[in-house]
């Protein structure tokens, strides 16, 4: 059993900071990458940010230089770090995780059940 639990989210203004956190429990053997999603109102769901065991990282255009994506490989958790928020950020954000939860198992993915981030102007 695998369960993720997101935090962080919240009402913001234009210009303000929030920091998301994610961690993953249960049976867990390897975690290959751990990443946020977001979705608005009315629109398909699309790739914040990503990091993989190896550290890589991958942004969307929209956030770069104002999202900053961070984990501890030890405590299974992801952070997401936003700066500098604006109202097109308003969203349900994602926390999803790709692992093993064995050695002799197939990788899967989970995915939490999203936490509101909401930016007034």
């Known amino acids: 059993q695998v369960q993720l639990v997101e935090s962080g989210g919240g009402l913001v203004q234009a210009g303000g900071s929030l920091r998301l956190s994610c961690a993953a429990s249960?049976?867990?053997?390897?975690?290959?990458?751990m990443g946020w999603y977001r979705q608005a109102p009315g629109k398909q769901r699309e790739l914040v940010a990503y990091?993989?065991?190896?550290?890589?990282?991958n942004y969307a255009d929209s956030v770069k230089g104002r999202f900053t994506i961070s984990r501890d490989n030890a405590k299974n958790t992801v952070d997401l770090q936003m700066n500098s928020l604006k109202p097109e950020d308003t969203a349900v954000y994602y926390c999803?995780?790709?692992?093993?939860?064995?050695?002799?198992?197939?990788?899967?993915?989970?995915w939490g059940r999203g936490t509101q981030v909401t930016v007034s102007s």
């Open positions: 990091i993989t065991s190896g550290t890589s990282t």
């Open positions: 999803n995780v790709n692992l093993r939860p064995t050695s002799w198992s197939t990788p899967r993915e989970y």
């Open positions: 249960g049976s867990i053997f390897r975690i290959n990458g």
